[in-house]
C-alpha cells in the first residue's frame, strides 16, 4: 500500500467520524442507530460499526471490507451493511452511502397515503437537485434478504430510498453529497409533514424538469 493510499484512507476515516459526529450533534440520528459508508479508490470499504454511536466513532475500529462485501478488518459490522453494498453494486459513481432513522424521514415512511413511486412531493429545488425522486420500499424486517433484493431494484434508477417503517437510504458521488442529501432529504420530509393540511405550491412539473436537465 503507497503512502498516497495510506494518507486517502485515513483522511477518509477521519471523515466519516466527522461526518458522524456531526449528524448525531444535530439529533438527526440517536442511539447507536444509523451507519455510514464510504468507498476507497480500490473499490474496498470503510463502515461504521455494529452498536456504534455516529457521534462517538473512532477512526481506526471502522469495519474494512473488500470491493466484493467481504469483512476483513476493524470492529465486527453492522447487520445493515447489505444496504450500503446495494446501492454500490448499482449505482458504480457511487462513493459514500448514508442510512439513517431520522425522525421525519421515518414518519413519512409510516403514512398511508404517499405515492411509493416518488414518497415526497417537489417542494424545493434543492431537493429535486440533491435527492431527485424518492421510491418507497416495502417493509421487511432488518436483515431479510428480500429487502436488499428491493433496495437493489430501486438504486438502478435512483440514488436515494426510503425504506417503510426504517428510513432512508441515500447514496453520493462523495461522502459530502451523501450527507448533504440526506439532510436535504429529511427537511423536506418535516415540510411535507409540517405543511399537512394546508395549500401547497410544489414546483411544477416544467420546473423539476428544468432542474433535472440542469
Avoid at 466484493?68 to 453494498?85: I, M, N, W, Y
Avoid at 417503510?164 to 409533514?193: D, F, I, M
Wanted: hydrophobic residues 40%; contains cysteine.
Amino acid at each position: 500500500m503507497t503512502t498516497a493510499t495510506i494518507s486517502d484512507e485515513t483522511r477518509l476515516r477521519d471523515e466519516i467520524c466527522r461526518i458522524g459526529a456531526s449528524i448525531f450533534n444535530r439529533g438527526l440520528t440517536f442511539g447507536s442507530t444509523g451507519n455510514i459508508s464510504a468507498r476507497l479508490p480500490s473499490g474496498e470499504m470503510l463502515m461504521t460499526p455494529t452498536n456504534a454511536s455516529l457521534g462517538d466513532l473512532d477512526p481506526a475500529r471502522l469495519s474494512r471490507f473488500t470491493a466484493e462485501g467481504v469483512h476483513v478488518g476493524g470492529d465486527a459490522p453492522t447487520k445493515e451493511a447489505f444496504l450500503h453494498r446495494c446501492m454500490y453494486c448499482e449505482r458504480p459513481k457511487a462513493g459514500a452511502v448514508v442510512h439513517l432513522h431520522s425522525t421525519y424521514s421515518v414518519a413519512v415512511s409510516i403514512l398511508a397515503d404517499v405515492d411509493p413511486s416518488d414518497v415526497l412531493p417537489p417542494l424545493t429545488a434543492y431537493y429535486i437537485m440533491r435527492v431527485g425522486s424518492l421510491p418507497l420500499v416495502p417493509y421487511y424486517p432488518p436483515g431479510d434478504e428480500s429487502l436488499a433484493i428491493a433496495v437493489g431494484e430501486q438504486a438502478k434508477a435512483h440514488s436515494a430510498v426510503l425504506l417503510a417503517n426504517h428510513g432512508p437510504v441515500v447514496s453520493g458521488a462523495t461522502l459530502r453529497e451523501a450527507q448533504y442529501a440526506t439532510e436535504e432529504l429529511e427537511e423536506t420530509a418535516k415540510l411535507h409533514l409540517l405543511l399537512d393540511g394546508h395549500k401547497t405550491r410544489p414546483l411544477t412539473p416544467e420546473q423539476v424538469e428544468a432542474l433535472r436537465r440542469r
